[in-house]
């Protein structure tokens, strides 16, 4: 089984492998609360991008280390990418951009990003 985050439009999207996550996470840090994502993470190999590199926005800040990805077209954010603290290739995917996920029913972690 797999599932779909994708933007308003379609243009830029993520397949990931397996099955929707019980659980998320939320983030108070600058970025993730202007934006209101609600984050699950998996591996790199996990996550199959679809993103044409001439629509897809790429926002840096802090210690550049987070890719906060977005549509060019239509502004949304179904993923970011980067690299844990072990040097591993990440995707966060919002879940606020998979349509078939009950965001009520997940059980959130919040992240005090903010102090980072
Ligand atoms: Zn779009």
Do not use: W
Request: charged share 20%; proline share 4%; net charge negative.
């Amino acid at each position: 089984m797999s599932y779909r985050s994708t933007c308003h439009c379609g243009t830029i999207s993520a397949t990931v492998s397996g099955d929707l996550p019980a659980e998320a996470m939320t983030c108070n840090c600058s970025i993730c609360r202007r934006k209101g994502t609600v984050l699950h993470f998996v591996s790199s190999d996990e996550a199959a991008l679809d993103a044409p590199t001439d629509k897809l926005g790429d926002y840096t800040f802090n210690k550049d280390a987070i890719h906060h990805h977005f549509c060019m077209v239509c502004g949304c954010t179904p993923f970011a990418t980067g690299t844990d603290p072990q040097g591993n290739e990440m995707v966060a995917v919002n879940l606020r951009c998979v349509p078939e996920c009950d965001l009520d029913q997940l059980k959130l972690t919040t992240v005090d990003g903010a102090s980072f």
